[in-house]
């Protein structure tokens, strides 16, 4: 009988152990498709030429043949939200997915669904950068790219408007394309600095100059349901949002936890240090708490990967990369160290699902990336995904409550 009980305990010791046998994925190479970009921007763009044709690129990718993940809407819980927009030819994926936030949020607070002006923020931010540049005598970075807290200062400044009031296209556009336009911007600046020309009016003059004539001039007043409105009256007012109320997180073992630091990289060009730093195992439940009670997060990372896949439209982490258990706080930051894992895309969470293979997270994207699957502006990001490459988050304050009551006494 002891003999027995002794191999009985010997035997549940040893299934402890044993692991469960690894799904492994398969890296392919794979050639690259024309896509929504040169399908449709392209198309659309009337006031540049058409690129003209490279030699087709390969790319390492996962092979997904014979494999399934939830990409059917209808199983997620999901917020209520305006419809995906593309971004065009522009790199102004932090004013889309933070402004597709806002318009979440102030459907949360009023009930009511309001399609916000993208361009609005993209065109001020524009001036806060020239304003930059001219102060830091050249060195601050003056390109496209953002974070999506930027729209938080932006909104506190300038308010915002409507979708209708400024589209930020001009007669027959229809695609944005800033390429001319920053090109432009750039090169005038560059003027500057060459000339030792720091004039802060006269430089922020000439770049309003440039982005009323490639956008048009954003309105100092406009109508609502028959109510006209100030930008700020708007953003107080009517979409009852204040930007006091949003916080920023990260995760990074650089800098001390439960402290705010900044996040380095290029986009954040102001060099924002609001960025509360977060043990890893918090940063993933921010995500998790906040859609679970109802809010959406705004968030930027890295989407040039070989698990992101705009044709699937899904975002996982292959077995050839990491297995599972082994996503943790070190491998996280050994990419971001070695610049595996870079600052590229800004996007909106707007649904969640928990299957037995851990959350799954529904995306809503602007990039051409995002229009390339069957389901038009959405994707899919495995929890794994967001452990091991996103870097940034934006939520409202009750929706990181749990992290936050941690930090705030």
């Known amino acids: 009988m002891r003999f027995f009980t002794l191999l009985l305990t010997f035997s549940i010791i040893a299934s402890g152990f044993a692991q469960k046998p690894q799904t492994k994925d398969k890296a392919i190479y794979k050639e690259k498709q024309a896509g929504f970009y040169q399908n449709t921007i ?4 009337t006031t540049y030429q058409q690129e003209k044709k490279k ?3 390969m790319y390492l990718a996962v092979d997904m043949e014979g494999k399934s993940f939830p990409t059917n809407p209808d199983d997620y819980t999901i917020l209520s ?19 597709s936030f806002v318009e979440s949020e102030v459907a949360r607070i009023t009930g009511k669904k309001i399609a916000l ?26 390109s496209e790219g953002s ?55 006269v430089v922020i003059e000439t770049i309003q100059d440039i982005l009323n004539h490639f956008m048009g001039e954003p309105p100092v007043k406009f109508s609502f349901e028959n109510q006209e409105y100030t930008p700020l009256d ?76 705009r044709y699937s439209e899904v975002g ?7 297995p599972h258990d082994y996503i943790n706080e070190d491998s996280r930051e050994f990419r971001f160290y070695n610049r595996t ?29 995002g229009f390339d699957g069957p389901h038009q502006g959405y994707l899919f990001l495995h929890e794994d995904y967001i452990k091991l490459k996103i870097l940034s988050a934006l939520v409202y304050k009750y929706g990181a409550k749990e992290v936050l009551d941690k930090i705030i006494k």
């Open 316 to 322: 996982i982490i292959p077995s050839y990369d990491i």
């Open 42 to 45: 392209l198309k659309g763009i």
């Open 81 to 99: 939200h305006i419809g995906p927009i593309s971004q065009g030819s522009t790199g102004t994926c932090w004013g889309f997915s933070s402004t």
């Open 234 to 309: 708007f953003l107080h007012k009517v979409l009852q949002f204040n930007p006091g109320d949003y916080y920023n997180f990260m995760s990074t073992t650089a800098q001390t936890y439960n402290e705010k630091g900044e996040l380095k990289v290029p986009d954040n060009w102001w060099h924002n240090n609001d960025y509360y730093n977060v043990p890893l195992d918090d940063f993933i439940s921010i995500f998790k708490y906040a859609l679970k009670n109802g809010y959406g997060v705004a968030f930027c990372g890295d989407v040039s990967e070989p698990g992101y896949d």
């Open 147 to 201: 974070e999506v807290n930027a729209t938080m200062g932006l909104l506190k400044k300038y308010g915002t408007v409507t979708k209708e009031a400024y589209t930020g296209l001009l007669g027959n556009q229809e695609i944005y394309d800033h390429r001319e336009m920053v090109n432009e911007m750039q090169s005038y600046l560059k003027t500057v600095k060459r000339d030792n020309f720091w004039n802060e009016k």
């Open 341 to 369: 894992t870079t600052d590229d895309h800004c996007m909106h969470v707007i649904g969640y699902v928990e299957r037995e293979d851990g959350w799954w997270f529904m995306i809503k994207d602007s990039s051409s990336a």
């Open 55 to 57: 030699a087709v690129p």
């Open 117 to 142: 002006s993208q361009m609005f923020v993209v065109y001020h931010e524009y001036i806060e950068k020239a304003r930059a540049y001219v102060q830091s005598r050249g060195t601050s970075n003056f």
